[in-house]
């Protein structure tokens, strides 16, 4: 008998990415993903053993994609600020990008979805620590002043990440005031506008005020 075609486990977890956001751990079922992906049910099963490995495999894949290319950015010799520029800049494009994944998890996870919290579990230290790492490099090396570690932190999330994740889930409810609207998009979720928050994020705390 002949093995099922090696496309399919690729179709499902993209179909899989499309609904997961919509429908979450609890709502997800192994047949709308098997429609959505032009498959017989039972692959799902053959490929992937279980829905929650499924799920796990899906959240997975997507995460890996940018701790790839984060470890990529943070890595080297080049100078700390341009790679934790550089850093920063990935993981804000990954937030914009994946958005409504990012936000479904973290209801799930706070649902008590237990696939949404292991993968949550495993994976969150792991881009943490490299740019954290890359803040400690930088007091290091005398190019940001002391200051205590986690405020750092908070406060480049805060400058770069939070925007996208409060004026996107505006835009994807139809919230923004029509004053805005048309703004948002070059003043704050463009390639541009991520390196100017980037660069006036790491600006402040360089002056160490």
């Not at 570690?149 to 409810?173: D, E, H, N, Q």
Request: glycine share 6%; aromatic share 6%.
């Amino acid at each position: 008998m002949s093995r099922p075609s090696q496309d399919q486990d690729q179709a499902l977890l993209a179909a899989g990415a499309t609904l997961y956001p919509a429908l979450g751990c609890a709502g997800l079922s192994v047949r709308r993903v098997a429609e959505a992906a032009g498959v017989n049910p039972a692959m799902v099963h053959y490929h992937f053993g279980s829905k929650d490995v499924f799920l796990r495999a899906l959240l997975q894949q997507h995460y890996e994609e940018m701790f790839s290319a984060l470890s990529l950015t943070s890595s080297g010799d080049g100078d700390v600020m341009e790679r934790l520029s550089a850093a920063l800049l990935g993981v804000a494009r990954f937030v914009r990008e994946h958005r409504p994944l990012i936000a479904r998890v973290w209801a799930d996870a706070q649902a008590g979805q237990a696939v949404a919290q292991d993968f949550l579990r495993a994976n969150a230290p792991r881009h943490l620590s490299v740019l954290l790492a890359l803040l400690q490099e930088a007091q290091a090396r005398d190019r940001l002043p002391r200051q205590p570690l986690l405020t750092r932190f908070s406060f480049l999330m805060g400058a770069v990440v939070a925007p996208l994740i409060l004026v996107g889930g505006m835009k994807s409810i139809d919230v923004v005031p029509p004053a805005l609207l048309a703004a948002v998009d070059d003043e704050v979720l463009s390639d541009a506008a991520l390196q100017r928050r980037i660069e006036w994020a790491l600006l402040g705390l360089a002056s160490g005020v």
